[in-house]
């Protein structure tokens, strides 16, 4: 017994070589929302509300330094409502991934979402960079993939040039017919970002638990920083053949910054469906940050569309309260 302990404090410097780092982070997010009725007959709300379905989370990030340039991290992202304190969805981690990075990039394995949000969501919404959550202006990507079982690679970033590939296989799908795959790069060069992105079988919800078969989303975007002013536009192309769900997107944002606390957004959507429903959508907003971590935040906007269910009789508006930590 002596001797083992005697092992176990000789080795001891050994097993702690390997720094591990765990760090908790999340936020809340809530407000005042008023939605209008909408032409299919779809009641007007008038409520607090949870007015970003990903802002109000829990996280844990943990990292551990394996030597040689090595790697090994996971994420582990938990959602809830604070108007009700119920979890988001059905699952009760959202996002949750495993992976190892070096010299070569990343790999990663779990559920997570796909190189085209990963890649470009952040760069290049600029109207709401987390591309996320219950705001009128609606994003601009069309190829929502946070699948069960992706297996995903991201590149290092080499003269301004990122790339990421990722694949589900079909057996992690309901349906057990087709995989899908996705496909981005992104370019950055000062103030300019250029993305390009292709998904093979997306879904079409967010947290997808199935994919369609030759529902195909081209994305192509890009984003210039001026002195102050930021504008993003982006294009995304959505080929379903059968499913009458083929549209083509544009989505116009742009952010300027008053003072360092307040800052004014735009955004502008035109989407036809199926060459034939259009819809248009405006929207303006407002944030004011009192703090690094407090943020107060506003926006006011309509939809105006051919498809019922969509249509707005009459503005959205909203005014919340963010805190991140």
């Given at each position: 017994?002596?001797?083992?302990?005697?092992?176990?404090?000789?080795?001891?410097?050994?097993?702690?070589?390997?720094?591990?780092?765990?760090?908790?982070?999340?936020?809340?997010?809530?407000?005042?929302?008023?939605?209008?009725?909408?032409?299919?007959?779809?009641?007007?709300?008038?409520?607090?509300?949870?007015?970003?379905?990903?802002?109000?989370?829990?996280?844990?990030?943990?990292?551990?330094?394996?030597?040689?340039?090595?790697?090994?991290?996971?994420?582990?992202?938990?959602?809830?409502?604070?108007?009700?304190?119920?979890?988001?969805?059905s699952s009760f981690f959202t996002n949750s991934k495993i992976g190892i990075s070096g010299g070569f990039?990343?790999?990663?394995?779990?559920?997570?979402?796909?190189?085209?949000?990963?890649?470009?969501?952040?760069?290049?919404?600029?109207?709401?960079?987390?591309?996320?959550?219950?705001?009128?202006?609606?994003?601009?990507?069309?190829?929502?993939?946070?699948?069960?079982?992706?297996?995903?690679?991201?590149?290092?970033?080499?003269?301004?040039?990122?790339?990421?590939?990722?694949?589900?296989?079909?057996?992690?799908m309901a349906s057990k017919q087709q995989h899908t795959t996705e496909l981005a790069a992104r370019y950055?060069?000062?103030?300019?970002?250029?993305?390009?992105?292709?998904?093979?079988?997306?879904?079409?919800?967010?947290?997808?638990?199935?994919?369609?078969?030759?529902?195909?989303?081209?994305?192509?975007?890009?984003?210039?920083?001026?002195?102050?002013?930021?504008?993003?536009?982006?294009?995304?192309?959505?080929?379903?053949?059968?499913?009458?769900?083929?549209?083509?997107?544009?989505?116009?944002?742009?952010?300027?910054?008053?003072?360092?606390a307040l800052a004014l957004k735009f955004g502008y959507e035109f989407l036809e469906v199926a060459n034939?429903?259009?819809?248009?959508?405006?929207?303006?907003?407002?944030?004011?940050?009192?703090?690094?971590?407090?943020?107060?935040?506003?926006?006011?906007?309509?939809?105006?569309?051919?498809?019922?269910?969509?249509?707005?009789?009459?503005?959205?508006?909203?005014?919340?309260?963010?805190?991140?930590?």
């Amino acid at each position: 017994m002596l001797r083992f302990f005697c092992a176990v404090a000789l080795s001891a410097p050994c097993l702690v070589h390997a720094q591990s780092h765990v760090n908790v982070s999340g936020g809340f997010v809530a407000g005042y929302k008023f939605t209008p009725s909408k032409s299919d007959g779809t009641a007007s709300k008038n409520a607090i509300d949870n007015l970003e379905a990903a802002g109000s989370n829990l996280t844990f990030r943990g990292v551990e330094d394996l030597g040689s340039g090595l790697k090994a991290n996971f994420v582990l992202n938990h959602r809830f409502d604070p108007t009700t304190g119920s979890q988001t969805g059905s699952s009760f981690f959202t996002n949750s991934k495993i992976g190892i990075s070096g010299g070569f990039g990343e790999i990663s394995m779990g559920k997570m979402w796909g190189p085209v949000d990963e890649l470009l969501r952040r760069q290049l919404d600029v109207y709401m960079p987390l591309g996320l959550g219950t705001t009128v202006y609606g994003g601009p990507l069309d190829a929502p993939t946070r699948y069960n079982g992706t297996l995903m690679y991201m590149s290092p970033e080499v003269g301004g040039v990122r790339v990421s590939g990722a694949v589900v296989s079909k057996s992690n799908m309901a349906s057990k017919q087709q995989h899908t795959t996705e496909l981005a790069a992104r370019y950055r060069n000062g103030p300019l970002v250029l993305g390009l992105g292709y998904t093979l079988n997306a879904g079409n919800t967010a947290s997808a638990v199935d994919n369609f078969k030759d529902r195909d989303v081209l994305t192509v975007g890009g984003r210039y920083d001026f002195s102050k002013l930021q504008l993003g536009l982006t294009y995304s192309r959505v080929s379903a053949p059968g499913q009458a769900q083929d549209s083509d997107r544009y989505s116009l944002g742009a952010r300027y910054p008053l003072t360092n606390a307040l800052a004014l957004k735009f955004g502008y959507e035109f989407l036809e469906v199926a060459n034939r429903d259009q819809s248009r959508t405006v929207a303006f907003g407002a944030e004011y940050r009192v703090s690094k971590r407090t943020m107060f935040f506003s926006e006011v906007g309509r939809t105006q569309s051919d498809i019922r269910a969509r249509d707005d009789k009459g503005v959205t508006f909203m005014l919340g309260m963010a805190h991140r930590f």
